[in-house]
């Protein structure tokens, strides 16, 4: 009798196991309808992609959801995957959606792991509680530390001015930047704000020319930059420009002045390590484009730690934070706050038809 209930309770452990491997979930939040349904449906199709085509977890399936990047969708999404019983997110294109689907999956515990959106939303930042949210994308953080290590061995002996479009992006980047170059004994020649938008900049590389600046970092956007290197052309001034990573922005065609610089993570199709994902991408009939290659890498961390879970102790986000994930993206790590802890920001140059990382 007793080997029998023994027996029976093996069994029932097996088929408990069985159960719980059958039931991995990974949901999938990204605006499949409206405007913005192209890049949520990159969103989808890279982290689909990236389940179906690992052969070795096929007990795991995907749950999408439209979240129509607004507030209202962003909580019938979240509401829509707790009854779908997921155990981690992926996805998020837009802050509102994340925003109002925090509360809702927080109070479950259950972590997202977010490619595209940088910045913490309000709901976290007005809260002690750490919502179990992991960035992908570098925060502006990043951004600000990478760009000015990059300018500090740039400038060493170099006389450069620092100017923004006046946005709290612009001007946010440009102050942390000047920040840390002073902090490494550099200072511009000349900082200013400009008025964006303008057809000609030459008012202010005029400026940036009597303070003898013969480079500058632009804090603004790419028809901004193409303008005022217009304007040096026009002026017949030498002028180095360089912008952050919104010039990768699409613009008209021959916009930006062959040899404008960037300071921008590589774009991740040119990565060795996407190569695999890159081929599954389009095996399965879509373009490795936008945010598929970066939702591909999501999801391959949300898989390793599912199975990390299996076997380890502690939640999924205890171990999101202490675990390193090998992806398309590269090794990724995450630090208490849910921030990517890497080194990849490079500087670029424009040919006159695209950017290319600068030789060092």
Same mark, same amino acid.
């Given at each position: ?46 982290? /689909? ?24 969708g962003g909580a019938a999404a979240a509401r829509q995957l707790l009854q779908s019983d997921v155990l981690i997110v992926v996805g998020f294109l837009c802050t509102e959606s994340l925003e109002a689907a925090l509360p809702i999956l927080g109070q479950k515990g259950i972590a997202i792991i977010t490619p595209a959106i940088r910045s913490q939303t309000l ?89 003898? /600046? ?80 970066a939702s591909y890498a999501a999801a391959e961390v949300a898989l390793d730690v599912l199975d990390a879970a299996r076997s380890q102790a502690g939640s999924i986000s205890e171990l999101l934070r202490k675990t390193t994930f090998d992806t398309a993206l590269g090794p990724v790590q995450f630090d208490a706050a849910g921030e990517r802890i890497a080194d ?17």
């Open positions: 009798m007793t080997l029998l209930i023994r027996a029976t309770t093996i069994a029932l452990g097996l088929l408990f196991c069985s159960v719980a491997h059958a039931d991995d979930k990974i949901g999938i939040i990204a605006p499949t309808s409206g405007a913005f349904s192209r890049l949520g449906n990159q969103l989808v199709d890279g982290a /689909a992609i990236a389940v179906s085509s690992d052969k070795s977890r096929q007990e795991t399936s995907v749950v999408t959801a439209d979240d129509s990047c607004t507030a209202d709901t976290e930042l007005r809260t002690d509680q750490r919502y179990p949210v992991f960035r992908l994308a570098p925060s502006s953080r990043n951004e600000v530390n990478e760009t000015s290590a990059i300018l500090a061995e740039l400038w060493r002996s170099a006389s450069f001015a620092i100017v923004d479009d006046g946005t709290i992006f612009g001007r946010e980047l440009t102050s942390g930047i000047r920040m840390r170059l002073e902090e490494k004994g550099l200072k511009p020649v000349f900082s200013d704000t400009y008025r964006p938008r303008l057809d000609n900049q030459n008012a202010l590389v005029g400026r940036l020319k009597r303070a003898g /600046a013969a480079q500058v970092f632009i804090g603004g956007e790419r028809d901004d930059v193409a303008a005022i290197g217009r304007s040096a052309t026009a002026l017949n001034y030498p002028l180095t420009i360089i912008g952050s990573q919104a010039l990768n922005a699409l613009g008209r065609e021959n916009d930006l002045a062959a040899g404008t610089l960037m300071i921008a993570p590589r774009p991740v199709q040119t990565l060795e390590s996407a190569r695999n994902a890159r081929n599954a991408i389009e095996l399965a009939g879509k373009v490795p484009e936008g945010y598929t290659i990849t920001y490079r500087l670029q140059k424009f040919d006159g038809k695209q950017f290319y990382p600068e030789a060092n």
